[in-house]
Structure formats: C-alpha cells, structure tokens
C-alpha cells in the first residue's frame, strides 16, 4: 500500500520504511473516510491473508487518483486518511484472528488459561497501533503480553538473532561443533 502510495515520494515520509510511513500517515488521518471490509470474514479459522484488502485498497486508490486527476505515482490528497483506514483493517483483521487462535489454544488444551502468553515479534510488532489492539486482546482475555521493544522488531534478522541468544542461553537446540556440515556462502 505505502508503495502504490507513492509514499517515499510524501514530504513526510521520504525516508521511511512502508510500514512506518503508513503508521505515521495513519495518526493524522480519518480511517473513517474509507471503509475497507475484514479479510476472509466467510472463513472461520486462524489464517492471516492480505491479498483481498490489496486489491480493495488499489481500486479506491485508482479511484481517487481519476477524481482528483493525478497519475500513478503522484500524491493523493486522501493518502492519510487511506493509511489510516488500511491500518485499522488490517490491525482488527491480525487482532481477529489472534483471538480465535487464543480460544483454539485454550479449547484444545494447548495452552493454560492460568499462565497464558501471547507473544506478538517481527515487523508488524514494530507498529504501535497494531501493539496497543494486540495488548488490550491479550488484557481482556487474562494472556500476558510479551513484545519486544520496537528497535528489534524492524528485520527479521534481529528476531532471529534475538531467538538464538534466547536459544543460546537456555541451552537448546545449540549446535556446539559445525564439523561436518557443508555449507556455501552466497
């Protein structure tokens, strides 16, 4: 979205990532001025898929761009208030789907209700957005809410990195000698 937004090319977003620009756009926009509907709303499971809301977001872009005469590429007027909106559908679509994961867990016993924890890593737990639904998820259902801080949640290098020191120090799964393993470097 931030890409067919043109939004390295906004004055206040040139040097952003997508996801943070859009974030930042999002704080000063009105989600309400469009309304994108939730992802799969016809399946009831715990998947996660974007591609719907995509296409959705680029025919109200392709809209907009023929009403207010601009090309591709150029800055829409409305870029913040579809940021916003965007935002907010996708954080209830991940919040949504997050939740029907927590009762699956709890219903199949695969987690105690007592000392559940939702653990929310990776780039999108960089947007804080995102991070406050997930939180007040977690809150209302008694899970503990584990986040990283948001300097570590912009590569999934890090996350990975992060994950082998936690491997590391807890002693598993640590490969100790790499005699024997062949590998070339790219």
Not at 77 to 89: E, G, L, P, R
Request: aromatic share 6%; with cysteine; hydrophobic share 40%.
């Amino acid at each position: 979205v931030a890409r067919r937004l043109s939004l390295r090319k906004h004055p206040e977003c040139h040097s952003m990532a997508g996801g943070k620009a859009i974030e930042h756009l999002a704080k000063t926009g009105n989600r309400q001025r469009h309304t994108f509907r939730l992802p799969m709303q016809q399946y009831r499971n715990c998947d996660f898929s974007f591609s719907g809301l995509q296409n959705l977001v680029n025919k109200v872009i392709i809209q907009k761009e023929k009403e207010e005469g601009i090309r591709e590429g150029e800055i829409l007027s409305c870029a913040k208030d579809i940021a916003a909106a965007v935002q907010h559908t996708v954080a209830l679509h991940i919040i949504q789907r997050t939740y029907r994961a927590m009762l699956f867990c709890i219903k199949n016993s695969i987690l105690s209700s007592k000392n559940a924890t939702l653990v929310v890593s990776g780039g999108v737990a960089s947007n804080q957005y995102i991070r406050k639904g997930l939180q007040t998820l977690a809150d209302a259902n008694n899970f503990a809410f584990l986040c990283p801080p948001p300097r570590l949640c912009t590569d999934n290098g890090v996350m990975i990195a992060w994950n082998g020191i936690e491997r590391l120090r807890a002693g598993l799964g640590v490969l100790h000698s790499t005699d024997g393993i062949r590998y070339e470097p790219k």
